[in-house]
């Protein structure tokens, strides 16, 4: 008896949890806080990921969070911190296909791959819009290790070459070798 009391306090403390977060995120909607929406569902899709059992109901309920945060992200413009919030949902998307390829579900992994890849360039993109010299070439780098964990090992060498390059202009036209 005691067991169930404490099961159901759990799924109570859960419940309002999550009901803060909805509270939470419909404010920053309403502010129009892109942000902020971002960071909420990242980290419900992160939770989601944590504690996803046999079933993949919660992983397909975090595909669809992340989703989401991709639509946020994508609001929050070229400022840094959106930029480093695209850094972060790519590296979330990464880690969801791991999980997909580890249930043996190609269809799942086929779709999450596809997401990271559009994830991926979005970044690329967005990053070279920026006059941080430290954080385009930083996040130009990361990108780039998603892109080969995940097999495109082409266009995660032209993105290095794109972060070298940066780099090598900043500093006067050096010349910086990518190691092969």
């Known amino acids: 008896m005691n067991m169930h009391h404490e099961k159901a ?41 944590a504690e996803a059992g046999a079933d993949d109901e919660t992983l397909e309920h975090a595909q669809w ?3 989401r945060t991709q639509r946020s992200v994508s609001a929050t413009g070229s400022h840094a911190e959106g930029i480093r919030a695209t850094a972060e949902l790519l590296e979330a998307m990464a880690r969801l296909l791991r999980m997909w390829v580890e249930r ?7 779709l999450a791959i596809e997401q990271v890849r559009d994830t991926a360039f979005d970044l690329a993109r967005r990053v070279e819009r920026s006059e941080d010299l430290g954080l385009r070439c930083t996040l130009l780098l990361r990108t780039a290790d998603v892109l080969e964990r995940i097999g495109d090992a082409v266009d995660a060498q032209s993105l290095r070459a794109r972060a070298f390059h940066r780099l090598g202009s900043a500093l006067g036209g050096a010349d910086i070798a990518l190691a092969a």
Do not use: K, V
């Open 9 to 49: 306090a759990g799924r109570l403390e859960q419940e309002a949890r999550q009901d803060g977060w909805i509270q939470r995120l419909e404010l920053a909607r309403q502010r129009r806080d892109h942000l902020e929406m971002a960071r909420l569902l990242l980290a419900a899709a992160d939770q989601a990921m």
């Open 104 to 110: 043996d579900r190609p269809a799942a992994a086929r």
């Open 65 to 67: 969070l992340l989703a």
